[in-house]
């Protein structure tokens, strides 16, 4: 049994092509982010400031998690 294989073809242009989503996805990530640093979530460098946690998650607490 011989199996022909079909010949892949080149491509011609390997320059990537501009993404016409990506505009707008970049627009939606820092309206994001926007509200979030509003919210007072994160600060300006993108790291966590909100730290309340439940009692039981609090740090030097014993945690049982019911198993």
């Known amino acids: 049994m ?3 294989t079909i010949p892949r073809p080149k491509a011609r242009n390997p ?3 501009k993404d016409p989503h990506h505009a ?3 627009e939606r990530g820092k309206a ?3 509200k979030l640093q509003q919210q007072g979530i994160i600060d300006s ?3 966590r400031m909100r ?3 439940p009692a039981d998650m609090q740090e030097g607490k014993d945690r049982d998690f019911g198993g």
Request: aromatic share 0%; no cysteine.
């Open 2 to 4: 011989n199996v022909k």
């Open 15 to 17: 320059k990537p092509m």
């Open 24 to 26: 707008a996805a970049v």
């Open 32 to 34: 994001a982010v926007g």
């Open 45 to 47: 460098q993108g790291r």
């Open 51 to 53: 730290t309340d946690l």
